[in-house]
C-alpha cells in the first residue's frame, strides 16, 4: 500500500532538519547496551502501538549487503527483536547491487511477506521497488535512504554529520592549532541527497570553528561508500595534495574512513591527517582501540539495536496503524576517551 507520495519525499527531507531533536531512541549506558546482540533474551523495551503481531506475520528484509559490518549489526538485531516479538523474518542480501535488490524484492514478495524492510543505497531504482511492493500491497520500511512508498527509518544526517565536522574541528585545534590546510570529503552520490547532509553538515560545523577552511579548501570525491573505493579516491588526493600537511577527512561511512587510512599510512602521511567516520562499527571501532593518531573518531548509528524499533513498526504497520513520516535514531561521538562506556569489550 502506497505510504507516500514524490512530494512527500521532499517534505521528508526538510523534515530531518527539524526533528532532529526526537530521536527514535537515545544511547544506553554500557550496562544496557552490548556492541553484539545477546539473543533473545535481551529484548527491546520499546512494543508495538498496536499490541501483538498478526498470526503468521512474515516480514521480509533485504540487506545492504552482508560484507559490511553495519549491515551485519543490523542483521543480528532484527532476528533477536523478531525473536523476541515472535515474527517470522526473511533475510535476504541486496549485494550492494540495484538490480539484485529488484530481484530480492520479487522473492520476497512471492514467499509471502506481509511488510518489507528495504536496506540499499541506490535512490535511482527505489521507485522501481516501491512499484513492486504498492502492486502487492505491501507496506515499506526503509532503512537509511528514502523510497518515495516507505516509512525512512534511520540516520538523522545533518546532525550526525555536524557531530563529525565538530570533533574534527576540535581535534585539528589540539593538535594543529586550528591551521588546516583542506578537508577531503569522501561522498556517496549514488545514494542521493539525505544521506549528503552528513556530508554537509560535516563541513558546515567544521568551517563554522574553524574560519581559515574556506571553501577553496573543501575537496569532495566520489568514495564509493566502500574501503577499496575510497582507498583509490584518497591516493589520487594525497597527489594533489602534495604539498599539504594539515588535512581534515570527512567520509560517508566507517568503511570509506578506513580506507582513506589505507591511503594515508601507505602514504606514510599518518602525522598530517585526521579521519571522522560515520557509523561507529568495528572497522572504526578496531583503529580507535588501536590508538591509530590519524583516525580520531567515528558518529555512533547503534546499528546492533535498529531492531527493537523496526520489527515495533513492522508490526504496527501490518495491524493497519497509520506510520510516522520517518523514525530517527540519535547519535554521539565516539572517540578513545569514552568507547569502553558504549562498547565495553571493544578494546579487551
Not at 260 to 284: K, P, S
Request: charged share 20%; aromatic share 6%.
Amino acid at each position: 500500500m502506497a505510504r507516500a507520495t514524490l512530494v512527500r519525499l521532499a517534505a521528508l527531507v526538510a523534515a530531518s532538519l527539524i526533528l532532529s531533536s526526537t530521536p527514535a531512541f537515545a544511547p544506553a549506558p554500557a550496562s544496557a547496551r552490548q556492541a553484539t546482540p545477546a539473543g533473545a533474551a535481551d529484548c527491546p523495551a520499546a512494543t508495538p502501538t498496536s499490541g501483538a503481531a498478526p498470526d503468521g506475520l512474515v516480514v521480509g528484509y533485504a540487506g545492504l549487503s552482508g560484507e559490511f559490518p553495519f549491515v551485519q549489526d543490523v542483521n543480528a538485531g532484527l532476528e533477536r527483536a523478531a525473536e523476541c516479538f515472535g515474527v517470522e523474518l526473511i533475510i535476504a542480501d541486496n549485494e550492494y547491487d540495484p538490480q539484485k535488490a529488484l530481484e530480492v524484492a520479487d522473492n520476497l514478495i512471492t514467499r509471502g511477506i506481509g511488510v518489507a524492510i528495504e536496506f540499499q543505497t541506490d535512490v535511482g531504482v527505489a521507485p522501481a521497488l516501491c512499484a513492486k511492493f504498492e502492486e502487492a500491497e505491501i507496506p515499506v520500511i526503509a532503512i537509511d535512504i528514502p523510497h518515495p512508498c516507505a516509512v525512512f527509518f534511520g540516520a538523522d544526517n545533518l546532525t550526525a554529520g555536524r557531530i563529525g565536522g565538530e570533533n574534527l574541528a576540535r581535534v585539528a585545534q589540539e593538535r594543529w592549532g586550528g591551521d588546516v590546510d583542506a578537508l577531503v570529503a569522501l561522498e556517496l552520490p549514488q545514494s542521493g541527497e539525505l544521506p549528503q547532509q552528513r556530508i554537509d553538515g560535516a563541513i558546515e560545523a567544521a568551517q563554522a570553528a574553524l574560519p581559515s577552511l574556506t571553501d577553496d579548501k573543501i575537496v569532495r570525491v566520489d568514495g564509493k561508500g566502500s574501503l577499496e573505493g575510497s582507498l583509490t579516491a584518497m591516493q589520487d588526493v594525497l597527489t594533489r595534495l602534495g604539498d599539504a600537511d594539515h588535512i581534515l577527512v570527512t567520509a560517508i561511512n566507517d568503511p570509506s574512513a578506513v580506507g582513506a587510512l589505507r591511503a594515508v599510512e601507505q602514504a606514510g602521511r599518518t602525522d598530517q591527517v585526521l579521519i571522522a567516520g560515520q557509523n561507529a562499527t568495528i572497522e572504526a571501532r578496531d583503529e580507535i582501540c588501536a590508538g591509530t593518531d590519524a583516525f580520531v573518531g567515528s558518529v555512533a548509528y547503534f546499528p546492533d539495536r535498529y531492531g527493537d524499533q523496526l520489527i515495533p513498526l513492522a508490526i504496527d504497520l501490518a495491524n493497519g496503524v497509520e506510520p510516522p513520516d520517518a523514525v530517527y535514531v540519535d547519535h554521539l561521538w565516539i572517540d578513545a576517551a569514552n568507547i569502553d562506556q558504549y562498547y565495553p569489550d571493544a578494546c579487551a
